[in-house]
């Protein structure tokens, strides 16, 4: 009861004063609480049922993948321009390639092969040192000798000598007619020469090497023996190959391919092997 005061009127029944009403106090403007005014926002715009954020990251999407929808298929079809464009190109090139065997001394056949690398052989006529691919040593008359059934071999080579260095390692190669070569040594001017009586399709009783040995023989001018012809083959990786005219199916062979100084030149039953395969160094 702190708000109340005790009656002193003498009135009878009150025996308490009522409190007097406060006066009503007006709050100045300076007064009144720091209220923040609250005003509606105006509601967002939406485009599509889409925020409007929403709407342009997913319209921005659609334009990225038209985009590149639109590129692959221009890629495409460049790609397919360029593929039909280089058809000419390797039918020229081909045509080419046939136009330059036409005047050249090689057979049409080619033999099979698994060696890489090696520069382009000439297959004019002329003088060469041929180089056995599978050991790197050149086709040698031993000694140069011009005697008839002297050995040919392999043996090691210097590319840097001089030609007056090496004759008995220089062939002249020319053709005979029918695409048939002759394989002559300059030192000597005897031939390379299929030795008698081999079979056609068979090595040798054991495989015995001494009775399939080439040898140099013949006399310039006595080409027409089919034991001093070959036919040229150019293989696919550059290489050339020697095939007997004598025997058909026998081609000149490095003896196991071993690489020492006067390892025997055979002709021996085709094989595919880098031993039967060459390369032509002009000598000129």
């Known amino acids: 009861m702190g ?3 005790r009656d002193t009127r003498n009135q009878p029944g009150l025996e308490v004063v009522p409190p007097v009403p406060p006066q009503d106090i007006e709050y100045q403007t300076k007064d009144a609480p720091p209220y923040v005014s609250y005003e509606p926002s105006a ?8 925020t409007r954020r929403a709407f342009w990251t997913a319209f921005a999407l659609v334009l990225v993948v038209i985009g590149a929808a639109i590129g692959g298929g221009v890629g ?3 790609s397919t321009s360029h593929k039909s464009e280089s ?3 390797q039918q020229q090139s081909t045509s080419s390639i046939s136009s330059s065997s036409a005047t050249s001394i090689t057979s049409s056949t080619t033999a099979s092969t698994t060696s890489t690398g090696i520069p382009p052989s000439s297959t004019q006529p002329g003088v060469y040192r041929i180089i056995n691919i599978s050991t790197n040593t050149a086709l ?3 000694f140069g000798n011009p005697a008839n059934g002297t050995e040919v071999e392999c043996w090691q080579w210097n590319p840097d000598d001089a030609p007056a260095n090496y004759t008995h390692q220089a062939w002249q190669i020319a053709s005979v007619g029918n695409g048939a070569i002759t394989i002559m040594n300059l030192q000597a001017n005897s031939f390379i020469t299929a030795p008698n009586n081999l079979t056609v399709g068979a090595n040798p009783l054991n495989n015995a090497a001494a009775d399939a040995a080439v040898f140099g023989g013949g006399t310039h001018g006595s080409p027409a023996d089919p034991h001093l012809q070959w036919f ?3 293989n696919s990786d550059n290489s050339v190959s020697f095939q007997s005219k004598a025997y058909s199916t026998k081609y000149l062979d490095l003896d196991k391919g071993n690489p020492a100084n006067g390892s025997l030149v055979l002709l021996w039953e085709s094989n595919g092997g880098l031993n039967q395969e060459w390369r032509l160094v002009d000598s000129t």
């Open 3 to 5: 708000d109340l005061v």
């Open 43 to 50: 509601s967002s715009t939406r485009i599509c049922g889409l």
């Open 76 to 78: 495409g079809g460049l």
């Open 87 to 89: 058809i000419p190109t």
């Open 140 to 142: 040698d008359l031993l």
């Open 232 to 234: 040229l083959i150019r």
